[in-house]
């Protein structure tokens, strides 16, 4: 899109950040489109950040410009497609987080449980009541026990990272 603009440097200055404003967005994709425009015969390529479709542009070569002109209308159907994608998103990780938080009050709770029977266990290991085959047991039931709490703390905090 080629851009002669005549009229005051602010005019000039206001038109050339206009037209960024309105080429520029964010994307999911790096794609990068360039666009030409020409101030006093200097010749500037304004990338946007999103990609689209100009659907109707207000202003011809030559045309001066006023703030708050409409420049162009871009087509912004994969914008809101981009944002309603990642609210679900959002949703789904406020999901996967309620569920992370029953886990980690299950795993605790077991993990809790096991070492309360260990250390009973070891008493009664102690004064030969129980084998110690039994304690041996216990004890790597406590270890799965700790380590299934740890890995459920570690998701959550994973989880929280995504979200950020």
Known sequence: MLIDIGGPMIKRLFLFFGLIFILTGCSKEKKENVYTGILDGISLQVPALTGGKILKLFVETGHEVSPRDTLAILDTTEL????????????????????????????????????????????????????????????????RAESAYQTAVQNRQLLTAKKE
Not at 85 to 93: C, D, S, T
Not at 116 to 131: D, F, G, N, S, W
């Open 80 to 143: 809101i497609l981009n944002r309603d994608e990642i609210k679900a998103g959002l949703k789904e990780l406020d999901v996967r987080m309620a569920v992370l938080k029953t886990n980690i009050r299950r795993t605790k709770s077991d993990m809790e449980y096991v070492r309360e029977k260990y250390q009973r266990l070891k008493e009664l290991v102690k004064t030969q009541a129980m084998p110690q085959q039994k304690l041996d047991d216990l004890s790597n039931q406590l270890q």
